[in-house]
């Protein structure tokens, strides 16, 4: 059974807060994405990676960065969380060989 | 640059009735095509994607390279097809990149 696991489901922060949202695959794929979720608007691209330490911007990268130390996993960093980033963020994985991209169950993420 | 367009944000039709959602796309070289389905309180799934060419659930889309589409249709619809359809696109067959989703269109199928 595939896995996409996000750390949390729920978050609450303050604004001005460093926020890290974490998420692992175990699927061995190449490629993760971090999407933000928000109603009318759809899934926004913020970042995405297609191997370790290589990472490459999406529409919204500002006031986001990433880091992929390792394969399976991918963190979203929020140098300095605002309330215009409370959301419903999603992780996806995606192998080169395999076309279908699996999804996390998401963070919903207020800033107060 | 690559991008995808659902023009409705909700579509309510009613049981046994025929459904079809919306998605044209812009991009440059040859995509490749996604419908994605998010049910109440469930995780992002995939649908279909074009190079399948298969029916899921009784849905199907067809890629049209003419007028840049890929509706999603069915038709008859159920209840349980009340669900969010996200339309997506990336670079042609397993070459990676990107995937780009449209805003998505809330299918509400009524009794």
């Known amino acids: 059974d595939v896995k996409v696991t996000q750390s949390s489901r729920y978050l609450v922060k303050r604004t001005g807060e460093k926020v890290f949202l974490e998420c692992v695959q175990d699927m061995d794929h190449e490629n993760m994405f971090w999407y933000r979720q928000d109603p009318g608007l759809g899934l926004r691209l913020i970042y995405f990676?297609?191997?370790?330490?290589?990472?490459e911007k999406g529409d919204i990268p500002e006031g986001y960065s990433v880091s992929r130390e390792k394969k399976e996993r991918f963190s979203l960093i929020l140098e300095s969380a605002s309330t215009n980033q409370t959301s419903m963020y999603l992780c996806a994985s995606r192998g080169h060989m395999n076309t279908e991209a699996f999804f996390g169950q998401g963070t919903r993420l207020t800033v107060v | 640059a690559q991008r995808v367009t659902q023009p409705e944000k909700l579509l309510s039709v009613f049981k046994g009735a025929p459904v079809e959602l919306k998605c044209n796309y812009s991009?440059?070289?040859?995509?490749?095509l996604f419908w994605y389905v998010q049910y109440s309180r469930q995780r992002l799934q995939l649908l279909l994607r074009h190079i399948s060419r298969e029916s899921i659930k009784g849905f199907t889309a067809d890629l049209n390279k003419g007028e840049t589409s890929f509706h999603l249709k069915k038709p008859f619809a159920q209840e349980e097809d009340s669900a969010m359809y996200y339309c997506?696109?990336?670079?042609?067959?397993?070459?990676?990149?990107?995937?780009?989703f449209g805003q998505g269109t809330e299918l509400s199928v009524k009794p």
């Open positions: 990676s297609y191997d370790v330490k290589m990472k």
């Open positions: 991009y440059s070289g040859s995509p490749e």
């Open positions: 997506a696109l990336t670079r042609g067959y397993n070459q990676g990149g990107k995937l780009i």
